[in-house]
């Protein structure tokens, strides 16, 4: 009996929202399923999602030295042949050695005088590289040089003179080169 009493109040309940409900408007934009979804849409929309970063762009500073460029750096550099050669090639040359003793400074000594450099040094430094000439024989060159000029002037004279006198006598004895110079005759015309 108790069932069907409680049964009965319930279906009066049910009976009397559900006459409440008939007079208010209900919009099925506002239900709980589709504020889900609207919800899940403007998570999933990169758009809005990218709006908030594009806009406070500049509140934002950038890590300068980030641990994996720190770590790269100092790889690069541990990886590096002209680094790791480096302090080599700064030292290549010098000798770092303890003070001077005196076989040291005689072997030095010793060195320089058999050296074939120091041998010669002296005696190129007094060689001559050109001439010295006394004032009073440039005269004597000056007629020298005026000799050789005057002779290749006459040599290019008589050189011009003489060109066209280097085969025969007369044209006559070649008849291939008169037979080319009537040719060349004929061309202007």
Not at 18 to 46: D, F, T, Y
Not at 120 to 128: G, I, L, N, R, Y
Request: with cysteine; charged share 30%; net charge positive.
């Amino acid at each position: 009996m108790f069932n069907i009493c409680l049964a009965f109040c319930l279906q009066c309940v049910y009976k009397a929202d559900m006459e409440w409900l008939r007079g208010c408007g209900w919009m099925p934009a506002e239900s709980v399923h589709h504020v889900k979804a609207r919800n899940a849409q403007s998570i999933l929309n990169e758009r809005h999602y990218k709006q908030g970063a594009k806009d406070g762009f500049a509140k934002f500073t950038h890590v300068v030295d980030r641990p994996e460029l720190i770590l790269a750096r100092v790889n690069a550099a541990n990886l590096s042949d002209l680094k790791y050669k480096e302090t080599f090639n700064a030292e290549k040359g010098h000798y770092i050695g303890s003070d001077d003793t005196p076989q040291l400074a005689h072997s030095r000594e010793v060195g320089k005088n058999i050296s074939e450099k120091t041998y010669k040094h002296q005696w190129d430094e007094s060689k001559a590289t050109g001439y010295k000439l006394d004032e009073k024989y440039i005269p004597l060159l000056i007629g020298k040089k005026g000799r050789d000029i005057i002779s290749d002037a006459k040599y290019h004279e008589l050189h011009e003179k003489v060109k066209g006198h280097y085969m025969a006598g007369t044209l006559v004895d070649f008849p291939e080169v008169m037979r080319c110079g009537g040719q060349e005759k004929n061309k202007g015309l």
